[in-house]
Structure formats: structure tokens, C-alpha cells
């Protein structure tokens, strides 16, 4: 795997269904600028603390639906599919920016980091809240 100057995020993992549906917007992230596709969630309007919750809260209410084995066989499906995908990436590759919409400037791994990353928070945020580590952040869950 290339050397990489924007470090990908690694999500905790957790058994929260939460876990599944974030890892399958990034992976759907990448994929779409693979395509060179724009995903609906690099939109403006879900890139709020409000969508944010509304995501989770229905990422929580549809795990709720299934039963654990399928829970965890889709957590483990999608957690090695976002690994190949960002292991997939050559450096060149990595580096090269991704043409969508505005954003023409952006490389792969800035996008990458960016969709692991909570809008308008320090990156690995979310998973600092997880791990119950915000205060090495220097932040608090505000």
C-alpha cells in the first residue's frame, strides 16, 4: 500500500449499526469519484449536524430490523469492501484530484479523509466520540 501524505480514516469499530451505514457512504464516496460521479451526501444539505442524527437514528432503526448475524455479516462485508477500496488506490492514484462539480481541486485522499471525517470537526472526531476520547482532541462532543 502506497505511503500516503493525507492519512485515510480508520473507523472504530463498534457494533452499532450507525458503523455500517457511515462506511457505506464513504465507500459509496469513493466509488461514485472513481465514476467520477458526485454522491448525494457530499451535497450541502446533508452535511448538517441535524442530517447527521437523522442518519444515524434511521441507520440505528433499520439494525433494529435485522437479525444479529445479518447485522454483522453486513458490517464485516462493508468494513473489507471500504479497506479494498482505499487499498486499491495507487500513490499516483491517491494524490490525483477527483473531478466533481466544485470540488475540482480535491485528490482522492482528501477526499477520502474528508467523507471519514464529521463536517466542521477535527478529523477522527467521531471516532474520538466512540472511544470515549475527545478530551485528547482538545474538544468536547459541541
Given at each position: 500500500m502506497p505511503d500516503r501524505s493525507v492519512t485515510p480514516v480508520t473507523r472504530c469499530a463498534t457494533s452499532s449499526p450507525t458503523s455500517s451505514v457511515w462506511d457505506e457512504i464513504s465507500l459509496a464516496v469513493l466509488t461514485e469519484a472513481r465514476a467520477v460521479r458526485r454522491h448525494?451526501?457530499?451535497?450541502?444539505?446533508?452535511?448538517?449536524?441535524?442530517?447527521?442524527?437523522?442518519?444515524?437514528?434511521?441507520g440505528v432503526a433499520a439494525?433494529?430490523?435485522?437479525p444479529v448475524g445479518l447485522l454483522l455479516?453486513?458490517?464485516?462485508?462493508?468494513?473489507?469492501?471500504?479497506?479494498?477500496?482505499?487499498?486499491?488506490?495507487?500513490?499516483?492514484?491517491?494524490?490525483?484530484?477527483?473531478?466533481?462539480?466544485?470540488?475540482?481541486?480535491?485528490?482522492?485522499?482528501?477526499?477520502?479523509?474528508?467523507?471519514?471525517?464529521v463536517p466542521r470537526q477535527h478529523p477522527y472526531w467521531h471516532a474520538a466520540i466512540h472511544l470515549r476520547r475527545l478530551s485528547a482532541m482538545g474538544t468536547d462532543q459541541g
Open positions: 448525494w451526501s457530499l451535497d450541502p444539505r446533508w452535511e448538517t449536524r441535524e442530517a447527521g442524527q437523522m442518519l444515524n437514528a434511521s439494525g433494529r430490523e435485522l455479516h453486513r458490517f464485516a462485508s462493508v468494513h473489507d469492501a471500504l479497506l479494498a477500496e482505499l487499498g486499491s488506490y495507487s500513490e499516483a492514484e491517491w494524490h490525483a484530484p477527483v473531478p466533481l462539480d466544485a470540488d475540482t481541486g480535491r485528490m482522492v485522499g482528501s477526499l477520502a479523509q474528508y467523507v471519514m471525517t
